[in-house]
T-cell receptor
Framework: GAGVSQSPSNKVTEKGKDVELRCDPI?????LYWYRQRLGQGLEFLIY????????KSGLPSDRFSAERTGESVSTLTIQRTQQEDSAVYLC???????????????FGPGTRLLVL | AQRVTQPEKLLSVFKGAPVELKCNYS??????LFWYVQYSRQRLQLLLR??SRESIKGFTADLNKGETSFHLKKPFAQEEDSAMYYC??????????FGGGTRVLVKP
């Protein structure tokens, strides 16, 4: 079946502009995650949605970053007043619902490469 | 707070040689460790998880709680193993903390 999709694949913007990144998870995956990967670095957790529970926003680096999710489907990550240090690949992942201690594999999208000039 | 360290940014080996990717972690709870791989022009995907104690594509990884390590090993590297490898730790919920990644280059 279709995997996680993200759009746009590439985005170039000017410093100070707002950007919206979109993620379509795998159907039936109630858990959705956003990560950021700066050049030459590992992935940093940003935010996590699980069903109707309050999202875990502990990884958002500043109040310029926000994310929403419509039900158990599409999510958008918004970065306001972009800065050059926001340049990175933004990865979305989804997984089946968590049940107890069961590990649920996260399936990653192809990412959105953001460049802030 | 949890942390994952991959000390090698690049590992270059010849085909048929053993390869070991190091991963060390710090976490106060009971860790759940993973290895993810990203082949050229492909998306990040799960390679293996410690709880499964499985061998995938000839790779194995053993969780050593005493040394807080989860090194990835393969006795005979193949050219198709060339990729970026990330060690990851699962903390609360299902969010992952990743190491900085190791690029593996297998030369013919």
């Amino acid at each position: 079946g279709a995997g996680v999709s993200q759009s746009p694949s590439n985005k170039v913007t000017e410093k100070g502009k707002d950007v919206e990144l979109r993620c379509d998870p795998i159907s039936g995956h109630t858990a959705l995650y956003w990560y950021r990967q700066r050049l030459g670095q590992g992935l940093e957790f940003l935010i996590y949605f699980q069903g109707n529970s309050a999202p875990d926003k502990s990884g958002l680096p500043s109040d310029r970053f926000s994310a929403e999710r419509t039900g158990e489907s599409v999510s958008t990550l918004t970065i306001q007043r972009t800065q050059q240090e926001d340049s990175a690949v933004y990865l979305c992942a989804s997984s089946l619902p968590l049940t107890g201690t069961r590990q649920e594999t996260q399936y990653f999208g192809p990412g959105t490469r953001l460049l802030v000039l | 707070a949890q942390r994952v360290t991959q000390p090698e940014k690049l590992l270059s080996v010849f085909k048929g040689a053993p390869v070991e990717l190091k991963c060390n972690y710090s976490y106060s709870g009971s860790p759940e460790l993973f290895w993810y791989v990203q082949y050229s022009r492909q998306r990040l995907q799960l390679l293996l998880r410690h709880i499964s104690r499985e061998s995938i594509k000839g790779f194995t990884a053993d969780l050593n709680k005493g040394e807080t390590s989860f090194h990835l090993k393969k006795p005979f590297a193949q050219e198709e193993d060339s990729a970026m490898y990330y060690c990851a730790l699962r903390a609360a919920g299902n969010k992952l903390t990743f190491g900085g990644g190791t690029r593996v280059l297998v030369k013919p």
